[in-house]
């Protein structure tokens, strides 16, 4: 039985900074958990936090404490990882410096972001968030981005909501209080004297989480007031059943407003961090949710009718298959961690021999002849003996994908390289070139320069080794017709 590739997930939580970071990241391991190996990494966790997690992920790593102005914060996880794991960062202060230290051991990183503040070096990053401008992104030349509510983090009760059939809960209208698992202003004890004071409202569910500080003046508050609820710490089932009995919800724009409009109704939302300006933007603008301003107002609409536009409008942006679609992406990723190079050596003599014919790789070869079994021979045996020639295979859980070839020369080395046929089309092109020069450079450290030339119909080849961050060169007069491209290597070092 094939081994489950390992993802790290690695984020904090507290009821200083909330539990956002945490709940997000646990909703996309509960995807992928039956699929991968999945392994929480995070400072000083609650006892409750680390329950928490525990349901969802395999194992729990437990970090030392350690700021992130301190220089030892982006080697926190130097002891955990390695090329064929894929590391998850979600957080303002895995910056730069930290992502490269991941990428420098050759892992696949994944980022969840929604503050754009720093350049990037992940292969993925996902802003959940709606409308997001991608050229607010800096970015390395071969990562993706994943925008919008299509890959929206929800957890599987959210996920099955969000395909259901939703009709207006009988009887009173309950409205469904949430401003946070930690709320540090206490934001919801606020709103909830807001409301108490707005006509028509006769129930109210009150939720809060297990970092929430403010605890017992809310409970005090609550004794008060009988058409309050209040509940503590709901797993994600109980807070989806919770939600399905309520026609409104105030809520704040993060993670616990995208679940609410997947199980659907009226939604107003605060802004009650920096971070959630571009959720609220979207949210609003396209009339998923409310101003929270508005609510008063909103509810002496014809409730059944506005429900309902509500629902529509909601279901459009929340299908309910996100899921399927990051379980498409870490499946590449998986694919792309588990490559590993070697050099060729002479039982390599069939395989390079029959890629080598491939009708698609002589279609793109400088000679489009079909090579003969004997010149092969001699070829292969000749650049076995050679050292200034470095041939590798990549392969894929032992199965090999593709050639690489580099002819060194003092500092420089020429790339040239072809892929097997069950691998194309799957992104996989400039993870195998990107591993293949980390080798060349472990065997050659005073490389300075690696270029190689691509014919200009060759579309795929050119982006891959665009991704890999070659750039365009002046031509080769030999090859004049053909497009150059270099990559200095300290660029990548």
Same mark, same amino acid.
């Given at each position: 039985?094939?081994?489950?590739?390992?993802?790290?997930?690695?984020a904090?939580?507290?009821?200083?900074?909330?539990?956002?970071?945490?709940?997000?990241?646990?909703?996309?391991?509960?995807?992928?958990?039956?699929?991968?190996?999945?392994?929480?990494?995070i400072?000083?966790?609650?006892?409750e936090?680390?329950?928490?997690?525990?349901?969802?992920?395999?194992?729990?790593?437990i970090?030392?404490?350690?700021?992130?102005?301190?220089?030892?914060?982006?080697y926190?996880?130097?002891?955990y990882?390695?090329?064929d794991?894929?590391v998850?960062?979600?957080?303002?202060?895995?910056?730069?410096?930290? $992502?490269?230290?991941?990428?420098?051991?050759?892992?696949?990183?994944?980022?969840?972001d929604?503050?754009?503040t720093?350049?990037?070096?992940?292969?993925?990053?996902?802003?959940q968030?709606?409308?997001?401008?991608?050229?607010?992104?800096?970015?390395?030349?071969?990562?993706?981005?994943?925008?919008?509510?299509?890959?929206?983090?929800?957890r599987?009760?959210?996920?099955?909501?969000?395909?259901?059939?939703?009709?207006?809960?009988?009887?009173?209208?309950?409205?469904?209080?949430?401003l946070?698992?930690?709320?540090?202003?206490?934001?919801?004890?606020?709103?909830?004297k807001?409301?108490?004071?707005?006509?028509?409202?006769k129930n109210?569910?009150?939720?809060?989480? *297990?970092?929430?500080?403010?605890?017992?003046? !809310?409970?005090?508050?609550v004794?008060?007031?009988?058409?309050? *609820?209040?509940?503590?710490?709901?797993n994600?089932?109980?807070?989806c059943?919770?939600?399905?009995?309520?026609?409104?919800?105030?809520?704040?724009?993060?993670?616990?407003?995208?679940?609410?409009?997947?199980?659907g109704?009226?939604?107003?939302?605060?802004?009650?961090?920096?971070n959630?300006?571009?959720?609220?933007?979207?949210?609003?603008?396209?009339n998923?949710?409310?101003?929270?301003?508005?609510?008063?107002?909103?509810?002496?609409?014809?409730?059944?009718?506005?429900f309902q536009?509500?629902?529509?409008?909601?279901r459009?942006?929340?299908?309910?298959?996100?899921?399927?679609? !990051?379980?498409?992406?870490?499946?590449?990723?998986?694919?792309?961690?588990?490559?590993?190079?070697?050099c060729?050596?002479?039982?390599?003599?069939?395989?390079?021999?029959?890629?080598?014919?491939?009708?698609e790789?002589r279609?793109?070869?400088?000679?489009?002849?079909?090579?003969?079994?004997e010149s092969?021979?001699r070829?292969?045996?000749?650049?076995?003996?050679?050292?200034?020639?470095? !041939?590798?295979v990549?392969?894929?859980?032992?199965?090999?994908l593709?050639?690489?070839?580099?002819?060194?020369?003092?500092?420089?080395?020429?790339?040239?390289y072809?892929?097997? *046929?069950?691998?194309?089309?799957?992104?996989?092109?400039?993870?195998?070139?990107?591993?293949?020069?980390?080798?060349?450079l472990?065997?050659?450290?005073k490389l300075?320069?690696i270029?190689?030339?691509? $014919?200009?119909?060759?579309v795929a080849?050119?982006?891959?080794?665009?991704?890999?961050?070659?750039?365009?060169?002046?031509?080769?007069?030999?090859?004049?017709?053909?497009?150059?491209?270099?990559l200095?290597?300290? *660029?990548?070092?």
């Amino acid at each position: 039985m094939q081994n489950k590739t390992r993802i790290i997930f690695r984020a904090d939580g507290n009821s200083q900074i909330g539990l956002g970071h945490v709940v997000r990241s646990l909703a996309l391991a509960e995807m992928l958990c039956h699929d991968f190996e999945c392994i929480f990494a995070i400072q000083a966790p609650s006892p409750e936090l680390q329950e928490q997690i525990k349901q969802t992920c395999d194992g729990v790593i437990i970090l030392p404490v350690c700021h992130y102005e301190e220089d030892r914060f982006i080697y926190e996880l130097q002891a955990y990882i390695a090329e064929d794991v894929i590391v998850v960062l979600d957080g303002y202060h895995f910056n730069t410096a930290y $992502q490269q230290n991941i990428k420098r051991r050759g892992c696949q990183l994944y980022c969840i972001d929604d503050i754009h503040t720093y350049p990037f070096v992940a292969d993925y990053i996902l802003n959940q968030a709606g409308g997001v401008d991608a050229a607010k992104y800096k970015t390395a030349s071969y990562t993706k981005l994943l925008l919008g509510p299509a890959f929206a983090l929800l957890r599987p009760p959210f996920l099955a909501a969000a395909k259901a059939e939703r009709t207006l809960p009988a009887g009173d209208v309950r409205v469904f209080l949430n401003l946070g698992g930690a709320d540090p202003q206490n934001h919801t004890l606020q709103i909830a004297k807001e409301l108490a004071r707005i006509p028509g409202i006769k129930n109210v569910e009150v939720t809060v989480g *297990s970092a929430y500080l403010h605890l017992p003046d !809310l409970q005090e508050w609550v004794k008060k007031h009988k058409a309050y *609820s209040l509940h503590q710490n709901l797993n994600a089932e109980e807070l989806c059943q919770l939600m399905q009995k309520c026609a409104v919800a105030v809520t704040s724009a993060s993670g616990v407003a995208y679940e609410y409009a997947s199980v659907g109704g009226r939604l107003f939302i605060l802004q009650t961090a920096d971070n959630q300006a571009g959720l609220y933007t979207f949210l609003t603008q396209n009339n998923i949710a409310q101003k929270y301003e508005q609510l008063e107002q909103a509810l002496q609409a014809h409730l059944p009718d506005s429900f309902q536009q509500a629902v529509k409008i909601q279901r459009q942006y929340l299908d309910g298959r996100s899921d399927e679609r !990051l379980k498409q992406v870490f499946q590449r990723m998986a694919l792309a961690a588990s490559i590993t190079i070697r050099c060729v050596s002479e039982n390599d003599l069939m395989l390079l021999f029959n890629w080598a014919n491939d009708p698609e790789v002589r279609r793109y070869s400088f000679n489009t002849n079909p090579i003969l079994l004997e010149s092969h021979t001699r070829w292969l045996k000749t650049k076995l003996e050679d050292k200034q020639a470095k !041939l590798y295979v990549a392969e894929a859980n032992g199965v090999p994908l593709a050639h690489v070839r580099f002819e060194v020369n003092d500092s420089r080395a020429t790339i040239s390289y072809l892929l097997g *046929s069950d691998f194309r089309g799957k992104g996989m092109s400039h993870v195998v070139l990107q591993k293949c020069i980390v080798k060349l450079l472990q065997q050659n450290p005073k490389l300075v320069l690696i270029d190689g030339l691509v $014919q200009p119909e060759n579309v795929a080849s050119i982006k891959a080794i665009m991704k890999v961050g070659f750039n365009h060169a002046s031509p080769d007069p030999k090859y004049p017709q053909a497009q150059r491209f270099e990559l200095y290597t300290d *660029s990548i070092k």
